[in-house]
């Protein structure tokens, strides 16, 4: 049974460009949360996908958005690069958190470098 | 908003010896879960140990357990018997129903 897979692992852009990272939950999730965490810092949440709808987000600009395909996989776009960006981004499926707190695993994370 | 505080950047232990991370938060909430969790220097964020603020009982894994003060807003994890292995960035984690709240982290360095 795969866990949650990323890809690209690594990746480097410029400043102003635009990035798409990807992400396949693991098998029998329905839910993919996005996370980014800065060099030394703990993981931010940045928006939640259920039903392929955004569902929640966290203090993130519009230059961050995402989607859910009808498989539960999902993306995040990021337009108009900051240096500021530069950061592990993780993905994290588990079920629906419909009553109550479902178990986020975590897959290993795409690195991304904005130059 | 709720919010994580881990004051220890850094942590050393020797290996078999036991070690104790700390953990405050805050919230207004009732009712939440607490979690702690494991990063190597492999990326892969691993669970390690969870607490429901209902209950209160301590939660214990293995070698792995805490201590959870709910009126201090207190949550640290005391690991027993440290292997090389555990040597990681420890995270302590708050969720409210969905989404997690992260500290900045503990570097917990293991010696031989």
């Known amino acids: 049974d795969a866990g949650v897979t990323q890809s690209p692992t690594h990746l480097i852009k410029t400043r102003g460009q635009q990035v798409t990272l990807r992400c396949s939950p693991k098998?029998?999730?329905?839910?993919v949360s996005w996370y980014q965490q800065a060099l030394g810092q703990g993981p931010q949440f940045i928006f939640q996908?259920?039903?392929?709808?955004?569902?929640q987000r966290g203090n993130f600009p519009d230059r961050f958005s995402g989607h859910q395909f009808p498989n539960y996989s999902s993306e995040l776009n990021v337009n108009a690069l900051l240096l500021g960006d530069s950061a592990l981004y993780l993905c994290?499926?588990?079920?629906?958190?419909?009553?109550?707190?479902?178990?986020?695993?975590f897959g290993p994370g795409t690195r991304l470098t904005v130059l | 908003a709720q919010t994580v505080t881990q004051s220890q950047p850094e942590m050393s232990v020797q290996e078999a010896e036991t070690v104790t991370l700390s953990c405050t938060y805050d919230t207004s909430e009732s009712d939440y879960y607490l979690f702690w969790y494991k990063q190597p220097p492999s990326r892969q964020m691993i669970l390690v140990i969870r607490?429901?603020?209902?209950?209160?009982q301590n939660a214990t894994e293995n070698r792995f357990s805490v201590n959870f003060q709910k009126a201090a807003k207190s949550f640290s994890l005391k690991i027993s018997d440290s292997q090389l292995g555990d040597a990681a960035m420890y995270f302590c984690a708050y969720s409210g129903y969905s989404t997690l709240t992260f500290g900045k982290g503990t570097m917990l360095l293991v010696s031989p």
């Open positions: 994290a499926s588990s079920l629906a958190p419909l009553t109550s707190y479902n178990e986020q695993f």
């Open positions: 607490q429901e603020a209902y209950k209160q």
């Open positions: 996908y259920y039903e392929e709808e955004e569902r």
């Open positions: 098998s029998g999730h329905d839910t």
